[in-house]
Structures are given as structure tokens and as C-alpha cells.
């Protein structure tokens, strides 16, 4: 059963400490997304990739975020310095040629 | 820009009840439409997608229509289950290059 797969789960981390997400997409899938969510802005994209080139990047701080894909297995979301305003659960989803859209089971950050 | 509105926010029924959610949106030029269920604390999980060409997708007890003429979706939910509670997102894709645009969800309670 092909599924995104998200680590860590939990992060609990200190105010300026660098937060390193990394997701699997589905083999095969070739459009890989990143979104945060949280109670009170709801479900926000922060970048997408193609085929391993970032497509749309306009929804991250840019000073303080960056999402890079190494290879087609693997996306990273790193955060630096963190921010408490930087908690929330951040999830990635990949699609494949019919664009149907799969989401992985999320990081809970928590910056304290 | 495309816009997405899901109402009601949040609805409550008795088991065994037949349901409709409803999902507008702003620019009925759109490639696909995808549902998605949300339980607390998890990932969302695609329920259905109707392609553009289409007018109708079913799942087993859910049955997703779409008119684009008129900018809406909707997701009939047969015989409701206290297992079908959950949050229910309707996401919008404008083009093959662009991301879903999502709405903020119904949050659906079938009481036993």
C-alpha cells in the first residue's frame, strides 16, 4: 500500500535551534508539496516541486525557511532559526501524472 | 483567484441519516476537484477526485458530483456512520501546473 511517508512525527525543539523535516513521496509520484496547518489559518501551502525543480515557493518566510528536493525519493523542510510562531503540523503530499493529491501523516513542530 | 467555500462549518446528524456537503467555488474553469477526510491529529486522506470531464465520482457509500457551470461540488454521504465523523475538505485545481486551493472544511459529527 504505496503512502507518503513524513519524519518526524513530533518535534518538540528550543526557540532558534535549525528543524529539519523529511518526506518519502510515493514511488514513482513527480509533484511533491509542502503545506503547514494550523488552528487559526487553517491548511496553508508553503512550496511545490516538479520533477525535483521548485514549481512555487511564494508561501514560505523566506528568510527563515527552505525546501530542497536531494532526489526524487526524498524532500526536506528546514527551518532556521525556528520561531514559536513556527508551530504547527507541517504535511507533504505528492501526486502523480493524474494530479489525484496523497498527504503524508504530518510533523507536529512544537517551538517553545 | 480562485476561492473555495464550504458550508455549513460544521453539522451535526443522527446515525443512518443520508447527507449532502457542499462545495463552491469562485473560477469554474478548473482541471480536477478532490475530496478529502480529516480525522483529529491526522493527515488528510483523499476520498475522491472528479477530473474536469467529469460529473460524478462514487465510493462505495460517497458519492462526489461536480458542476462546473455553477461552481459546485458535493459529497453525498448514504447511511452515515459514527465512523464518518470527521472534517471534510473540498480542494480545487485550476490548471495542471497549479496547486489545490482548499476549502476550510465541514466538520461532520454522526451521533450514535
Known amino acids: 500500500d504505496a503512502r507518503v511517508t513524513q519524519t518526524p512525527r513530533d518535534k518538540v525543539t528550543e526557540m532558534g535551534q535549525e528543524v529539519t523535516m523529511r518526506c518519502q513521496p510515493i514511488l514513482g509520484h513527480n509533484t511533491v508539496f509542502w503545506y503547514r496547518q494550523t488552528m487559526m489559518q487553517g491548511l496553508e501551502l508553503l512550496a511545490y516541486?516538479?520533477?525535483?525543480?521548485?514549481?512555487?515557493d511564494s508561501g514560505m518566510p523566506k528568510d527563515r525557511f527552505s525546501a530542497e528536493m536531494p532526489d526524487a525519493t526524498l524532500a526536506t523542510l528546514k527551518i532556521q532559526p525556528s520561531e514559536p510562531r513556527d508551530s504547527a503540523v507541517y504535511f507533504c503530499?505528492?501526486?502523480?501524472?493524474?494530479?489525484?493529491?496523497?498527504f503524508g501523516p504530518g510533523t507536529r513542530l512544537t517551538v517553545l | 483567484k480562485q476561492e473555495v467555500t464550504q458550508i455549513p462549518a460544521a453539522l451535526s446528524v443522527p446515525e443512518g441519516e443520508n447527507l449532502v456537503l457542499n462545495c463552491s467555488f469562485t473560477?469554474?474553469?478548473?482541471?480536477?476537484l478532490q475530496w478529502f477526510r480529516q480525522d483529529p491529529g491526522k493527515g488528510l486522506t483523499s476520498l475522491l477526485l472528479i477530473q474536469s470531464s467529469q460529473r460524478e465520482q462514487t465510493s462505495g457509500r460517497l458519492n462526489a458530483s461536480l458542476d462546473k457551470s455553477s461552481g459546485r461540488s458535493t459529497l453525498y454521504i448514504a447511511a452515515s456512520q459514527p465512523g464518518d465523523s470527521a472534517t471534510y475538505l473540498c480542494?480545487?485545481?485550476?490548471?495542471?501546473?497549479?496547486?489545490?486551493?482548499f476549502g476550510k472544511g465541514t466538520r461532520l459529527s454522526v451521533i450514535a
Open positions: 516541486f516538479r520533477n525535483r525543480a521548485p514549481l512555487d
Open positions: 473560477d469554474s474553469a478548473i482541471y480536477n
Open positions: 503530499a505528492s501526486a502523480g501524472p493524474s494530479l489525484r493529491q496523497f
Open positions: 480542494a480545487v485545481r485550476d490548471s495542471g501546473n497549479t496547486p489545490l486551493v
